[in-house]
């Protein structure tokens, strides 16, 4: 009976580490990522500078609110959407545009970075090197960066959800009233069988004397 009690216990115990854990997990996913300051790269030959920021949420793969600015020699260029039609965002390559109503024929970008952007690596570097990240002009001028020490940041972890914690609470609550109902039944049916087995030794033992009985009247 004790170790069925301990195995109920320790299924709880798990079950409550689950929900626990699910806690921690269930954030929103969208961060945004902030270049630091003198985030500066080499672009036709001549130093560029890129400052603001963008969003990204990984689970939707959804690049949003970005506002970079690239400035230096070859561009003076502020970037303001998000261009994943003109090549398919990843968690770790977006595509920019200066323009949301035609953004395929106007100045644009596609930055590369070297981490999945869903915080696990903070800050983060953008790749400067094999024509990963590209910046696009006007009259069709591609410049890839071939240097470089550009990084962006996020701000802050991703929030949780609201509503999460309660809902792991109540699996929790959940998980308890089930192992409780087992519990129950493992004592129930531990306790069913030692009265039976009381029984069976009681029957034994008013049975022998009168074995012994007949066995006397026989001699």
């Known amino acids: 009976m004790a170790s069925r009690f301990v195995r109920s216990l320790t299924s ?4 409550a580490s689950v929900c626990v854990a699910s806690t921690s997990a269930v954030r929103a996913s969208a961060l945004t990522w902030i270049f630091a300051p003198n985030s500066q790269f080499v672009l036709n030959g001549s130093l560029e500078t890129l400052t603001g920021s963008f969003t990204y949420d990984r689970t939707l793969n959804l690049v949003s609110d970005v506002n970079i600015t690239a400035t230096g020699a070859t561009l003076n260029q ?14 770790t390559l977006i595509t920019i ?4 109503l035609d953004a395929t024929s106007g100045p644009r970008a596609k930055i590369a970075f070297h981490n999945v952007l869903d915080g696990t690596t903070n800050p983060d ?16 001028n591609t410049y890839p960066v071939t240097a470089g020490n550009p990084t962006v ?4 972890a991703p929030a949780p959800i609201p509503g999460a914690g309660l809902y792991s609470w109540l ?10 109902r087992k519990t129950i039944q493992a004592l129930a049916k531990e306790t069913k069988h030692g009265v039976v087995r009381v029984l069976g030794s009681a029957r034994k033992l008013f049975s022998r004397p009168a074995r012994a009985q007949s066995v006397q009247r026989l001699t």
Do not use: E, H, Q
């Open 12 to 15: 709880f115990g798990f079950a």
């Open 78 to 91: 502020t970037y303001t959407f998000a261009d994943c039609g003109f090549m398919p965002c990843t968690n």
């Open 97 to 100: 545009a200066s323009s949301g």
């Open 125 to 140: 570097r953008m790749f400067t090197t094999s024509n990963n990240s590209i910046f696009y002009a006007v009259g069709g």
């Open 153 to 156: 940041s996020s701000a802050s």
């Open 171 to 180: 699996a929790l609550i959940i998980a308890g009233l089930w192992i409780k």
